[in-house]
């Protein structure tokens, strides 16, 4: 084991129960790694939608023991590692893994009982100047991004490389719709980009979509000013769109059972509009439709993105930084909606 | 070409109008097949529910200048071919496929008009002594099934084909869950035993449940005594079924995502309890589902299909055959819920 | 059908024996199209190195009571239709198919009688200032490209495309290695990098390196100057290359399978160094490896590369053009081994 | 840690150098499992044709500091465990793995230096009363087999599975040849009978071809009396059969390429006439066929196999048992080409 830790005590922040009220930002003791374990000093932190659903509405929130740490996207540095650790050696930049454990192949969960572990949520989050992790749950992180891109890969951009890249075998010439313009959508219009598909961006906001655009989107449409499966219809010459990402949800997914090509896949990702989602059987059937179910990804496929990132050039979208003491604000401005990725700096 | 024909005149059921009572039964010239058309001497169809739906609402029913003739599954035999035709000559056995022209590959349509062609449908059907087809859109008939049985194919069967093979890969040790026993059902029991595969029907009838497992089911559920999906659960351990032919849609669909193992497939087939489907999104992203749409299936997969059929002895189960006076008798055996097929044989 | 042929005779090259002594550059009468037929003004033919096999060895050479006209890839304009004739009209740019009527799905041909159909081989070739297509064989030309650069897409560039996307799924950050910079070679380099490929050229010439490197190429290796297989090695930190595109072939294949990556895939698709092909198996089994043979690909396949050219902007490479007259010339060009393809021009 | 073990020494073979004079029955120590390791008693060891290049040609023998035990297939019973084994508690009936650690995915190694891990070569075997896996190196047993029929699955049982099932996603109707009645080669005949494949067996021994028909064979060709590729083409009326379990090797792979179908996937196993694969070009790319290397297998497919073992009743086949003592015998019958696989049984 490789000792650069200097500090004894940690900021971070914690739940104690259900609400943002009940977030507080607390010191504790620098946890010293197992033997299987690493030991993480975070400097940057990728928020996700999700961390709202699970601080204001408790989803697979589950505290136990420990007082329970929100978010699970960490960038940071291997300052220890267990004795058993082969993986990793002190120095190392590493990215955390969303659904630890889960290295290549189906997954854990059986029908009755689906997979909800993950960090930030069943697990223990990342919210800390230090973290432990199983060396299992960590790859490393990419040379080309700084750590606060970095941190951006774990959640948000492995959902859209899953969809469109693992599942989807995206390739050039296909047509890609994403949904809005948060986190997933816009990786999944880079990762589009960046195999030669055309993309569409569906928003509510023309400044949005003008940034869409300038991020390498083909057509933006303002699904506020016009009916966006007709603008499909209009744009393709009524072809459709090869792959949509369903980020919106609830009966949303009809729209984009409307949308698809023939042969099309849709992935489903978000929940904005609900969780009971709903659409009409003709056209997933006469169109031969495909719905993938998707969460986030395997170990397997974040070496593959990280690869992918550094190979392309592509840089991940933050909209705003924060500091550690205004995680509120951030999570203020997830709500609002950002364009791209909320990334919460951690003090050197 | 080749003459075998010896009659000029043929009857044929239309319908003039949405609605059974707008059924007759009418003679008609022989027609004479045109340069890339063969004549085939139809001994059975083989109905499906889908021909209620058309019959009775109008489903895909577009009358054009000459009377519509229902239904789309025929066996027969060819009689005379046009000039051009080089797949098939006077003597071959065939039976018709579905949706005409559709060789292999994605298929037809676009996203705002998806395919609608199919026999007895948007196309002229083959409820009639005598069917003119284009030499595409027929293949050679299995050598190991009669007339009824081969009848039952271009529908039926190759929808639960394409389900279960084409897009499910099916095989030895996976779990296959069929909704009721009509005709796709007790294919897809068939096929996936075939396959090796355990499968589970879900039906409100003890009697038809008991015919089920004497066809090869390992397990029957009267979902009128218990609750499917928790039977389910209590079958596998918890595990979850591979690949359920999703039949009866509408909220059910619900249902099936709860009953899915982790990585399941789901394949979307049918109506019954109407157009609009519905579920929830966790256990689709948590157990990273698959729905997949099913428009019955291309021309290669049927040719698939019957090599399967001949070399594994497979027999499409028939629960009655009716004379072509007694359509109308078939249709409410059919509107009832037959135990697999309903074949209407024709006059010799 | 519309009538757009001024003219009543053309220019053909024919070959009346194997040997290239037996070219002539002769008049025909210009024909009709039959009822399925469209009537096509070749303005550029792109040739093939097959095409020396075809006239110097006589690769596939059938000569017919109609004399042998050589080459296969053709784009020019549609000047007149058979009445049967519904996917074009006069006036529409096309491309010819190198393998006529494959549509989709696996194809033609027997265990003992592989497909060997393809134009300018075993039927009539295109060098031609009229050429009569069946409709099935054309696919609408690139808007994006000229007529010289759209006639090099139907053996080259699907070969490459089939490769690479149909069967090789390729993705961003994925390792590309290609053989040589003819033709496949560098639409291989183009197409890996519109996916977000990195691409290793392997050549025995420093200036085609340099212009390979010019394309988008990662890394260019002299096969003269160094093992190429170790270099492979050093650069990836041992690793080895995801997809190989083997154009050498006989004993070579045993290197391709040295430097292949873990779960790697070799696309055969060249001869130069003979028929024979031999490698050693352990590298094939202990890297789980997987070597496709690629016959150039299904007419979907050129439709799915048409719509890549036109959103991805790529450009195919012509080394050369030449005159109709001068078609000996660019045989020799041919057999010297062009940087990219050679494309003979039609008098106007 | 449940403790079950009495004894504390035991049987094992070793091998001290190359040469099947230097092995030798020895006593030893049991050992006890450390954190994460089972101490499985051994019942029954599967020999495989690679014991033989190991012990006699030395191929992957690697000798360590711990006298060398070969063999790689154990079946037994979980006798005592480390404090952090999850997946098995003592009593438990296991299989060991042949690929130690690979869990699932595309696997070890890199270009340079393929995976050459695996029990009884590069790794310590098991040919011994008692040994020590690591947990994540074992799967449950089959309920349906014995421990002599279990202990056929690692090896021979899974390498079959995953050519025809994994990565041939064979399915009713397809045809699928054989080459000889090795272990192999009976798991292939068996598992493509489970999914309603036809099976054609090549051999140069009636007798043992009419073994292989009574197991369910089809077709029955001897290679001494005829060519066996043309067999292929007159009992397939030349179409050629769709998948070839390739366990000959060297130059026979060209006869493989003969015989395969279009589109046809030949899997590489054995290497019975030598390491030197080589076949002819045309074939293999006019038939657009898919030759794969095949090592064994991943954990997950040896899951998958276990399944459909006991779902079909699928029994392996066992040619002779031996007892420990005679293992130099079962070597003897193992190099003369046994019917199915060669069991070495351990004392109670």
């Known amino acids: 084991m490789n000792q650069h830790v200097k500090a004894s005590t940690m900021k971070r922040w914690t739940l104690k129960a259900i609400g943002r009220d009940n977030l507080d930002l607390r010191s504790a003791a620098v946890p010293a790694p197992g033997p299987a374990e690493i030991l993480v000093k975070v400097s940057a932190v990728s928020l996700n939608y999700r961390d709202l659903l699970v601080i204001d509405e408790g989803l697979g929130f589950s505290p ?8 699970s996207d960490a960038a940071g540095m291997v300052v220890a590692t267990g004795g058993d650790v082969s993986r990793f050696k002190a120095g190392d930049r590493v990215i955390s893994t969303f659904i630890p454990g889960w290295i290549d192949g189906s997954g854990f969960g059986t029908a009755r009982e689906p997979n909800s572990l993950a960090l930030g949520g069943a697990m223990q989050g990342v919210l800390s100047k230090y973290v432990l992790l199983d060396e299992d749950w960590a790859v490393k992180a990419p040379e080309s991004l700084n750590d606060a891109e970095a941190s951006t890969l774990p ?13 989807g075998h995206i390739h ?37 979509l003008a940034r869409a655009k300038a991020l ?49 896949r849709i992935s489903l990702i978000g929940v904005l509009e ?9 056209p997933l059937a006469l169109k031969r439709l495909t719905v993938d179910g998707i969460q986030v990804g395997h170990r397997s496929g974040l070496e593959g993105l990280v690869r992918a990132v550094d190979r392309t050039g592509l840089k991940p979208v933050i909209d705003a930084e924060y500091e550690l003491a205004d995680f ?9 909606g950002p364009f791209g990725k909320i990334v919460v700096k951690m003090p050197g």
């Not at 959640?155 to 693992?166: D, I, K, P």
């Not at 609900?274 to 003709?282: A, K, P, R, V």
């Not at 509120?328 to 609002?336: E, S």
């Open 274 to 282: 609900g969780f009971d989602i709903s659409g009409h059987f003709l």
């Open 328 to 336: 509120p604000q951030a999570l203020d401005h997830l709500a609002r």
């Open 64 to 71: 136990g023991s420990e007082p329970f740490v929100p978010a």
């Open 172 to 208: 050039a010439g296909q047509t890609v719709l994403v949904q809005g313009t948060g986190g997933v959508a816009l990786f999944g219009l880079q990762l589009a980009r960046a195999h030669g598909a055309e993309v569409f961006v569906v928003s509510g906001d023309d400044d949005k």
């Open 155 to 167: 959640c948000a951009g492995l959902t859209a490389w899953t969809a469109l890249v693992e599942r």
């Open 216 to 264: 390498g989107a083909t057509y933006g449409i303002n699904r506020k000013k016009e009916d966006w499966v007709e603008a499909v219809y209009h744009l393709t010459g009524d072809r459709g769109v090869d792959q949509i990402l369903e980020i919106v949800g609830g009966a949303h997914l009809g729209q984009s059972l409307k949308a698809a090509a023939v042969s099309g």
